[in-house]
């Protein structure tokens, strides 16, 4: 059941997309995925309105990334506005001017800080502050907490511990698997459709956690209910489904107040859900290879 297969980069053993989704409790991993990422972001204005876009959400985790792959030594590992728009380049997903407005608003915020490098005074490095940190833990737990259903909790233990430690090396294993990153979000149209747009995903995974609680691919809609729990505007969330039924990811019923979340629909998120799971079992993995050779 769920083959590993070897990775020859990072030197260890994981589990591919194909057999997570091919695993027998591959549903109760979605459900937890769902529920762990509604309740990261909840009902939390700020939050939702700062994070829930593609952009935002990737320059958030790849500053932290950056910071944690931070080598004195080696200038392109610095975590610099600079270098933190080369990381971001094969994401595809915002203009040089459009990170540093990101990277602005999160300075703004206190989740990032920039500093004076010690070693350049004509450079200042991002580091992430203990806010961020914190949200980011409670990211990695949601994203964890799928697997260790399917694979059981001793192997991401330290994960779903806050365990710093591992954060902060899993963080930099992730440096070196940014290419693989945005391919999950570069092969899934689909997803990237709810990723581009204001808290779209969260629209995306209200629908579908409501299918999976009333046992029918058909749901009331109610507009407003929507815009209220995902901090955005009824207009907003109109265009987005009119854009995804569209697409045919969702068929809606104006008369009736209803929406179906079609099959296209649900495979997209689930090759989503799967290819995040896969990434995180390697880099996580990388990361406790590396904490073991250090104990």
């Not at 299918?211 to 815009?227: E, F, I, R």
């Not at 990811?249 to 090759?271: E, F, G, M």
Request: aromatic fraction near 8%; charge should be positive.
């Amino acid at each position: 059941m769920c083959e590993e297969v070897y990775d020859s980069h990072f030197q260890v053993k994981y589990r591919t997309a194909a057999s997570i989704l091919a695993h027998p409790e591959y549903s109760k991993a979605r459900v937890a995925y769902l529920n762990g990422v509604l309740a990261l972001y909840g009902d939390d204005v700020f939050l939702n309105r700062l994070l829930l876009e593609g952009a935002r959400t990737v320059i958030f985790a790849v500053a932290i990334c950056l910071d944690a792959g931070f080598r004195e030594e080696d200038r392109d590992t610095w975590p610099t506005i600079s270098n933190l728009k080369k990381a971001l380049a094969p994401f595809g997903l915002a203009s040089p001017r459009r990170i540093e407005q990101v990277v602005s608003r999160l300075i703004q915020t206190g989740y990032l800080e920039s500093r004076v490098s010690p070693h350049d005074a004509r450079v200042r490095l991002l580091a992430p502050t203990p806010k961020m940190l914190a949200h980011d833990q409670e990211w990695l737990i949601s994203h964890y907490r799928p697997l260790a259903i399917l694979f059981g909790e001793d192997r991401y233990a330290r994960a779903l511990g806050r365990d710093p430690a591992f954060q902060r090396v899993q963080r930099g294993v992730a440096c070196d698997f940014f290419v693989q990153s945005a391919m999950v979000l570069l092969r899934n149209p689909d997803i990237m459709l709810f990723l581009a747009r204001d808290a779209g995903i969260l629209v995306l995974l209200r629908l579908v956690s409501a299918t999976l609680v009333s046992g029918s691919a058909t749901v009331s809609l109610s507009l407003a209910d929507l815009a209220r729990s995902c901090s955005i505007s009824r207009t907003h969330v109109r265009q987005l489904l009119n854009d995804a039924q569209a697409q045919g990811l969702v068929q809606i019923s104006q008369a009736a107040r209803q929406i179906t979340i079609l099959p296209r629909a649900l495979q997209s998120l689930d090759q989503f859900i799967a290819d995040g799971m896969s990434n995180h079992d390697l880099t996580g993995a990388a990361a406790m290879r590396v904490l073991e050779a250090a104990a």
